[in-house]
């Protein structure tokens, strides 16, 4: 009855420590579709369902796959079952879709920084000795298609570019002035100006002008006007 007793004690603390390992040996990464995956031991498992008393159930990517974990509130793993029977995914593989991802996230949150400012910084601070120029070139191109998907696309007549402007609602500097001056639909004009620029600018005697007329579209002009 002892050794009965003993033995189960020994079992259940092998189980703990088997949830303990998982745990340390989870890592957050998020998929193409910018859904949260957990990768354990080179494996990756997306959220399944919910259960009773809010337990949350991850299952392997691989479809035919049946492992699986439990997790409750504390993102602490109360069960598991993870007797893969497929091979782990390529570590190259991850490490890439781990940057890929990740940096595609950044470019969303961050919008106004460049795509290579991003790139190159993330370059620097992690390891990247798997990567490979192919890999760089296809994060690169990643990013800005992410990027591009939240920008409005350019307007190909005078009444998408009124429209998209208004539907940006309130223009504004990283200083948190008004930067959209004027959107006349009738006289079709758009100014882009802050009120300190332009106080600025009545102070100065002397001007000096440069047009940028090739960024000006084909159905709009720059005029200069004194």
Not at 12 to 34: G, Q, R
Not at 54 to 65: A, E, F, T, V
Not at 116 to 136: F, N, Q, Y
Not at 202 to 218: D, H, M, Q, R, V
Request: hydrophobic share 35%.
């Amino acid at each position: 009855m002892f050794d009965n007793f003993i033995n189960h004690r020994i079992f259940i603390y092998f189980y703990l420590y088997l949830f303990n390992f998982a745990m340390e040996n989870a890592i957050k990464m998020f998929s193409e579709k910018n859904k949260l995956l957990y990768c354990i031991n080179g494996y990756k498992f997306s959220f399944q369902k919910y259960l009773n008393d809010n337990i949350q159930r991850w299952s392997c990517s691989k479809r035919l796959c049946k492992c699986y974990f439990k997790m409750n509130e504390n993102e602490e793993i109360i069960f598991s079952a993870l007797n893969h029977e497929h091979d782990k995914d390529d570590e190259n593989v991850l490490n890439r879709q781990k940057l890929n991802n990740k940096l595609k996230r950044k470019a969303l949150d961050d919008p106004c920084e460049k795509p290579c400012k991003i790139l190159h910084r993330e370059l620097r601070e992690r390891d990247v000795s798997t990567l490979t120029t192919t890999d760089v070139n296809r994060i690169r191109k990643n990013i800005h298609y992410a990027r591009s998907s939240i920008i409005p696309k350019l307007p190909k007549h005078l009444e998408e570019l009124h429209l998209a402007l208004t539907n940006l609602g309130e223009i504004k500097t990283n200083k948190d002035e008004i930067f959209l001056l004027i959107n006349n639909t009738e006289k079709n004009i758009v100014a882009f100006s802050t009120t300190a620029n332009l106080k600025f600018l009545s102070e100065c005697k002397t001007l000096y002008i440069n047009g940028t007329f090739k960024s000006c579209p084909a159905f709009l002009s720059i005029i200069y006007y004194s």
